[in-house]
């Protein structure tokens, strides 16, 4: 069993930045990708970017591109998105997604587990 765990979400002005973080445990972790979706208020959840295990191949979403980068440091198990230039339409819960294997998939089916999200609202 895997267990995620996200941080860094809060409250934060249009403009402004904000760094997530997703701490991975349990069984032993290697060669999985990890992605980041999010989930607005009357929304599905979308994909945001998904990196993969060596950290060397990253996709991001059209929305998100430019603005936010996906990062991981496997020594901690831990993957990263960095995010600036927030607007409101960045408002949502974003959650950390991990799926084992070496291909980058933007689709919610194909990530095994899922962490419980955190929220990301910004103001205008």
């Known amino acids: 069993q895997v267990q995620l765990v996200e941080s860094g979400g809060g409250l934060v002005q249009a403009g402004g930045s904000l760094r997530l973080s997703c701490a991975a445990s349990g069984r032993t972790l290697s060669s999985y990708t990890m992605g980041w979706f999010r989930q607005a208020p009357g929304k599905e959840r979308e994909f945001v970017a998904t990196?993969?295990?060596?950290?060397?191949?990253?996709y991001y979403a059209d929305s998100v591109k430019g603005r936010f980068t996906i990062s991981r440091d496997n020594s901690k198990n831990t993957v990263y998105l960095q995010m600036n230039s927030l607007g409101p339409e960045d408002t949502a819960v974003y959650y950390c997604a991990l799926r084992w294997g070496p291909l980058l998939q933007s689709a919610n089916k194909e990530y095994d587990y899922w962490g419980q999200g955190t929220q990301v609202t910004v103001s205008s």
């Open positions: 990196i993969s295990w060596s950290g060397g191949s990253t």
